[in-house]
């Protein structure tokens, strides 16, 4: 079992920065590629960037490409999404999850922070 808890959502003007941050627990090592999700309201759910705790494999939404970044303490057990230029567009909730290398689904899920960006 991994469990996972997301921090730092917030309300932000547009144009604006956030820094979400997602700390583990657990059995991360089973789990080692770890991502970020967002569902704004009415919308499905949709990935944002994914990162393994190695540091490599890091791979983002085209919506999100040179403005967000994923990273990682792994002394703390924690991953970051670092957001700037923030658009209205991104507002909704966002996930941390997790999954092991060799499977496609996502098994482990946070509780999701609130991330609303005024226009």
């Known amino acids: 079992q991994v469990q996972l808890v997301e921090s730092g959502g917030g309300l932000v003007q547009a144009g604006g920065s956030l820094r979400l941050s997602c700390a583990a627990s657990?059995?991360?090592?089973?789990?080692?590629?770890m991502g970020w999700f967002r569902q704004a309201p009415g919308k499905a759910r949709e990935f944002v960037a994914q990162i393994l705790w190695s540091g490599g494999g890091t791979y983002y939404a085209d919506s999100v490409k040179g403005r967000f970044t994923i990273s990682r303490d792994n002394a703390k057990n924690t991953v970051y999404l670092q957001m700037n230029s923030l658009k209205a567009e991104d507002t909704g909730v966002y996930y941390c999850a997790s999954r092991a290398i060799t499977i496609s689904r996502y098994q482990y899920w946070g509780q999701g922070t609130q991330v609303t960006v005024s226009s």
């Open positions: 657990g059995r991360t090592f089973s789990s080692p590629v």
